[in-house]
């Protein structure tokens, strides 16, 4: 199962390099942008990703760590970015869903229109934890 999502992921990345390079995709390195800081969790499953791509790409997949501002930082570099198959965001709710909320029409991208969803290879729980004595039941 994790290698058919990878090969569609990989088939997706191929396809968006365009039909004239499609037979040479990927020509160099691919940039996986981590829109956080090196050593946090997003950044350790990008670097195990990336490996992995890269072996089955035969290609290098470079890592960079562009943090600040909640991941919009990263997020609008790979916004701006040519859309070759060259340069990829490992997004999440952060960038998708959190950033856009609290900075509205100040983000500087947009989820909806400035990026094409690939894969969703990872999920992560999480819950909210307050003292027992809490007031709040719900």
């Given at each position: 199962?994790?290698?058919?999502?990878?090969?569609?992921?990989?088939?997706?990345?191929?396809?968006?390099?365009?039909?004239?390079?499609?037979?040479?995709?990927?020509?160099?390195?691919?940039?996986?942008?981590?829109?956080?800081?090196a050593?946090?969790?997003?950044?350790?499953?990008?670097?195990?990703?990336?490996?992995?791509?890269?072996?089955?790409?035969?290609?290098?997949?470079?890592?960079?760590?562009?943090?600040?501002?909640?991941?919009?930082?990263?997020?609008?570099?790979?916004a701006?970015?040519?859309?070759?198959?060259?340069?990829?965001?490992?997004?999440?709710?952060?960038?998708?869903?959190?950033?856009?909320?609290?900075?509205?029409?100040?983000?500087?991208?947009?989820?909806?229109?400035?990026?094409?969803?690939?894969?969703?290879?990872?999920?992560?729980?999480?819950i909210?934890i307050?003292?027992?004595?809490?007031?709040?039941?719900?």
């Amino acid at each position: 199962m994790q290698k058919l999502l990878f090969s569609v992921a990989l088939a997706v990345l191929a396809g968006m390099a365009g039909p004239a390079t499609a037979q040479d995709y990927p020509s160099r390195p691919v940039t996986m942008i981590i829109p956080f800081a090196a050593g946090g969790p997003t950044d350790v499953l990008g670097r195990i990703v990336g490996a992995r791509m890269g072996e089955l790409l035969g290609q290098q997949v470079v890592i960079e760590n562009v943090g600040g501002a909640g991941g919009m930082t990263g997020a609008n570099r790979v916004a701006k970015a040519a859309p070759d198959g060259y340069t990829f965001l490992l997004g999440g709710s952060a960038t998708m869903t959190t950033v856009p909320a609290l900075y509205g029409r100040k983000a500087q991208y947009n989820p909806l229109t400035d990026f094409e969803h690939v894969i969703q290879f990872a999920d992560s729980a999480r819950i909210l934890i307050a003292r027992k004595d809490f007031p709040a039941s719900t």
